[in-house]
């Protein structure tokens, strides 16, 4: 992926943008995605699972009730976005999302976290749980300005609650 595959227009052409959820025939985008994240200088804010092909392979064939989205433009995963904790049984979905490292600072994260409330809304979630490190500056900071609200997990780490 070359360092302007996500200019402003790259984004735009030539096939636009696509939120899809995840199904097998998008295993090799979502593993070549994982690999750029695991490569970030920020990876470390980020493990909901391992950032690996076979993680890709088994999410994009996952049967069940958890939610796994990725935004996608002209074959390739520019974010992705989960909703887990319904096939455990829980009531209320965690969650987690990550940006292309070259697609940052453009609002894929503030569109695909919009998208997700959606999406918990419809199933008939009352609220959405998210942890976040406290260092992680640019999420706490979206998070805090979509309307979660604090309490602090451990000394590192803060979970945020959604009413929705
Ligand atoms: C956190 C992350 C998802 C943000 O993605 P993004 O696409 O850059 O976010 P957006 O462009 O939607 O911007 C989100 C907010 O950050 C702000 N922002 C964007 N670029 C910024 C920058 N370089 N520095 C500081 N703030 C920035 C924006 O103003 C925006 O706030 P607003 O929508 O209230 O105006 C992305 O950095 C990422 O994937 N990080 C690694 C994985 C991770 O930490 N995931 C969250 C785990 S809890």
Known sequence: ?????FSGAGLAQPDGLELRLLCPELAGPLGEFFRALA???????????PLTDEQARQLCSHKGRDL???????GRVLAY???RGWDEGYDI???????????RGRGLARTLMVFLHMAARLRGARKIRLTVYRDNQRAVE???????????KDPRQLVGILEL
């Open 39 to 49: 490569q970030a200088p920020d990876h470390a804010f980020f493990h909901p699972h």
């Open 81 to 83: 976005g989960m909703l």
């Open 1 to 5: 992926m070359d360092a302007h595959s």
């Open 68 to 74: 796994y989205y990725v935004a996608c433009s002209a």
């Open 93 to 103: 979905p965690s969650l987690g999302m990550a940006v292309h490292p070259e697609a």
């Open 142 to 152: 979206l998070y805090r300005r979509l309307g979660y609200a604090y309490t602090e």
